[in-house]
């Protein structure tokens, strides 16, 4: 399985992943988190990436095209991967189609979560992370058992200032815009699976899986 994950802020793509990832046995691939492990490793794309992140700039393409085909490179990603972050662009995703060529291989599938924009927010609005453990929970999806108690730590639950109302609308919209030509090349590619985000995790999931494993396999 070869296969990248996207969706807007709120839509579950990081519960998905983790899910996904120990269903078919296959690396979590986040660029996220390999930005930040590159720049603590100090190397010499690490290096590269932190003049960008220090500045507050989005780290150029190409750095970032270098980081994942380093990445595939390794042997967990051999049998298949799931790429979370990546690719954010058509330039990115022309450049992750010639990373796999080279090997032979090409993406089987990208899931795409959806969900009306209303929902986004309210589910936005809705996160609180806990200040001791960094735990994270949703007052509307996966609420606590004791409200603003933290389930694993018993630390208190606090809302990020970009999960209020006003700033979560924008980074949706911003998404929205942003990805949209993502979506297009991926569906002239017939490589898009559309997944209705608007359900119970465990409904999503087993969605996912069922599309995965009939038009697949």
Known sequence: M???IIGPPGAGKGTQAKLISHHFDIPHIST??????NIAAGNEIGT??????EQGLLVPDDIVNCMVEERLSHPDATKGFLLDG??????QADALKLILAKKGNNLNAVINLEISREKLISRIAGRRICENCG???NI???????SCICDNCGGRLIQRHDDNVDIA???????MKETKPLIDYYKSLSLLYVIDADRSIEQVFEDICNKLECDIE
């Open 2 to 4: 070869r296969l990248v």
């Open 32 to 37: 996220g988190d390999m930005l930040r492990e």
């Open 48 to 53: 590269l990436a932190k003049r960008y992140t």
């Open 86 to 91: 990546y690719p954010r662009t058509v330039d």
């Open 135 to 137: 735990a994270s929970f």
């Open 140 to 146: 509307i999806t996966n609420p606590p058992r004791v």
């Open 169 to 175: 609308a924008t980074r949706v919209d911003v998404y």
